[in-house]
């Protein structure tokens, strides 16, 4: 099939690329090459696959992106402006990549449905908010996000009504979605936008919930990216990894091949219109695990910096659960957690980061959303 895959020339995206020429289609691109992502040269990047069409343009130009459906039967929808924090004050921006760019190429999905065989969009975690939870008397509930006072506090994990613990369990496709930023907010956009307009027109449409990606190609100069490029930059640099709360809050891991994985079976199932599917692993780990990892692997032994603040609208916990994607579409994350960091590591000896962090951390401060 001739796909074509907006973001392609991204982390995720380009991985993509890859296995979707493997497969044996013909992949074309679009992407705007921004510079927070890609640095100032603005052109190919060499980790791009050749056997890839590169088309250079904004999702939120008509002109541009119907030049790059011109033909196409596939389309997967990556690109997007990435940064919970950074959305909190640039949000016109956010909202019009994001929210704006999706409505710009569905208008024009819409005007080559007849050829179009389905729609793939990139979701994402952060549309959940906190993650799911059980109670004391052993009942599920989705807490809203912690009090300030109790983050000044120190009181990082969360209460029953009781004051008793809530123990942290997978978070499923059916919880109620409460994004937390403008990020989020764009995110659920882009799935709400792409099902609805799919399920109007008759055009198969899939969105997946992207938990935390790591691996190669990761934009380790973009302080906004995903938390391991975030401390891999600050390692690289020989500054401590800067982490918020207590380190102990837990996310779920998930490497980028198996991100691809549940994208080409989503693609290929028959079975998947109107549908949402979790990608992760469905297994929590704590953020300073990940920084003592990368840390005790790059050979950095002095201690994570920043302990104790705490950021608005973060979240204490929420990992996966994967039954629906194991069950309906037969994905199983292949790779472990320290198999993964070590393919990074590898890569990352050979990489060279500008560390943005602290710029990005001043930034939040001066807007009252870091203390």
Known sequence: MKILVTGGAGFVGSHLVDALLEAGHEVRVLDNLCQQVHGESAKRPDHLNAGAELQIGDVRDSEAVGRALEGVEVVFHLAAAV???????????????????????????????????????????????????????????????RSEADLAARRFELEGADGSPLEAIPTSEDKPLRPTSIYA???????????????????PAVALRYFNIYGTRQALSNPYTGVMAIFSARLLNRNRPMIFEDGLQTRDFVHVSDVVRANLLAM???????????VGTGRPTTILRIAELLAEQLGFDEPPDGVGRFRAGDIRHCYGDIG????????????????????????????????????????????????
């Open 83 to 145: 940064g919970v924090g950074q959305s909190m004050y640039e949000m016109a921006h956010y909202v019009s990549v994001n929210s704006l760019g999706a409505a710009v190429l569905l208008e024009e999905v819409v005007a080559r449905r007849d050829r179009i065989r389905k729609m793939l969009v990139a979701s994402s975690m952060s549309i959940y908010g906190e993650g799911a939870y059980r109670d004391g008397r052993g009942e599920v509930v989705f807490p809203a996000l």
């Open 185 to 203: 907010v764009t995110k659920r956009d882009h799935e709400e936008m792409f099902l609805s307009v799919g399920a109007a027109y008759g055009i």
């Open 268 to 278: 290929e199932a028959e079975l998947t219109d109107g549908r949402v599917y979790n």
């Open 324 to 371: 629906q994607i194991r069950d309906e579409l037969g994905y199983r994350p292949e790779v472990d957690l320290a198999d993964g960091v070590a393919e990074l590591l590898a890569w990352l000896r050979s990489q060279t980061a500008v560390d943005r962090i602290d710029r990005a951390a001043r930034e939040l401060e001066e807007r009252g959303l870091a203390r």
